[in-house]
Structure formats: C-alpha cells, structure tokens
C-alpha cells in the first residue's frame, strides 16, 4: 500500500530558474492538494485538484506558480524565475474527495533556492 | 474564511502525565476538524477528526480530542503521555462552506520529559 509519494526529495536551484515537483497520490484518490511549509509554521495551502481540474487555486501567491494534473493522478507544481523567498518544503497530500475524509500526505519536497 | 489558533508555541509535560495541546478555530459554516502530528523530517501524518456526533473522538496512539462547539475548540489530548509523542502537532480546519481545502494552525511543539 504506496502513500503519497514526492519527488525529489531535496531540490536546489539558482535564483531565476524553473522548477518542477511531482506528486504521485495514493492510488485512487480523487482530491490532491498542494502546501508550502516555511520553517516553524503551519502548512501553507497553494492549490486543490477534484480529478484532473483546479478547484480551488487560489493559494497560488502569484502568476510565477502553475499546478497541473493532466490524468487525474499524477500532479506537477512549477515554479518560475524562482526567488529565495520560495525556499520551503513543498507538501502534497491526497484524499477520497468526500467532505468527511482526511488528507493523506507525502514527505515533501525541500526547495532550496540559493 | 476559516481560520485556526494554536495558542501555545511549546508544550512540556513529564512522560507518564496528561497531556493538552489547544486548538480554537473560526468558521462560518459547521467545521470539519482535524489533527496531524510531525515528526521530524516526516510529511504529517493523520491522528484524528471529527465530523459529527460524539463530541469525543479517539484516534490513532491513544490520542482523543474533545470538540466543543460553544467555545469552538477542538483540544487534543491523551492521558499518559510518552516520549515518543515528542513531536510537531497541527490542528486543521475544513470549513462546510468553503470548499475542500484544508486550513492548519501554527502548530505546537510537544516535548514530552523522561
């Protein structure tokens, strides 16, 4: 029984490069989810997928952030021109899609941008 | 919005004790209320919720959380508390009448002393 899983589990990137982080949800959830998590606060919400639409992206703090999520399954957040300021763990989590039900969440992905 | 205050930064109780993490949140509509806890390096992983009903509900690792609509709290607890629950513990909001995504307080640490 696979989890959520996150690749890479580290990135480090130059400032004003592109980045691309992939989330595998667990096998038939429908809902997926996407957080930022800086040091010592709570999770951040960025965007919210019901199958292969956004629902909900407006946790996006601006135009540089795009999510994908083409099939349904797999989703690809991408960053733009990356800033020091997007330096965090980037968090993916997955659910059945129901009102009721919890998120399940991957390890992250800790971006580094230097 | 939906919003969620974790009042207290660290938590410090002596293993074998009771312990209290507090939670209050703000929703316009009925909440969906949830705890996940951190461990270090790890994505979160989830404890409990509650939906509807009993006000008391039990999870995972002897850990219950009593929801109280009156002071809209949802106060995590366990009566003997273990070095090993020394973690990172989140509360989080779903708010019935904004959507699916998932709003998480700042967290509290948990220390718990042998």
């Known amino acids: 029984g696979a989890g959520v899983s996150q690749t890479p589990s580290n990135k480090v990137t130059e400032k004003g490069k592109y980045v691309e982080l992939r989330c595998d949800p667990i096998?038939?959830?429908?809902?997926l989810y996407w957080y930022r998590q800086s040091l010592g606060q709570g999770p951040e919400f960025l965007i919210y997928f019901q199958g292969t639409g956004a629902a909900d992206d407006s946790g996006l703090p601006n135009d540089r952030f795009f999510a994908v999520r083409p099939e349904g399954s797999v989703s690809t957040l991408k960053i733009q021109r990356t800033e020091r300021g997007d330096s965090a763990v980037y968090l993916c989590?997955?659910?059945?899609?129901?009102?009721?039900?919890?998120?399940?969440f991957g390890q992250g992905t800790r971006l580094t941008v230097v | 919005a939906q919003s969620v205050a974790q009042p207290e930064d660290q938590v410090n109780v002596a293993e074998g004790n009771p312990l209290t993490v507090k939670c209050t949140y703000s929703?316009?509509?009925?909440?969906?209320l949830f705890w996940y806890v951190q461990y270090p390096n790890r994505g979160l992983q989830f404890l409990l919720k509650?939906?509807?009903?009993?006000?008391l509900v039990k999870g995972s690792y002897g850990f219950e959380a009593e929801f109280n609509k009156s002071q809209t709290s949802f106060h995590l607890k366990k009566p003997s508390a273990l070095v090993s629950d020394s973690a990172l513990y989140f509360c989080a909001v779903r708010d019935e009448n904004y959507g699916q995504n998932f709003v998480f307080g700042p967290g509290t640490r948990l220390s718990v002393l042998p």
């Open positions: 929703v316009s509509g009925n909440p969906y």
């Open positions: 509650y939906i509807t009903g009993d006000n």
């Open positions: 989590a997955s659910s059945l899609g129901n009102e009721d039900t919890e998120a399940f």
């Open positions: 096998s038939g959830h429908t809902a």
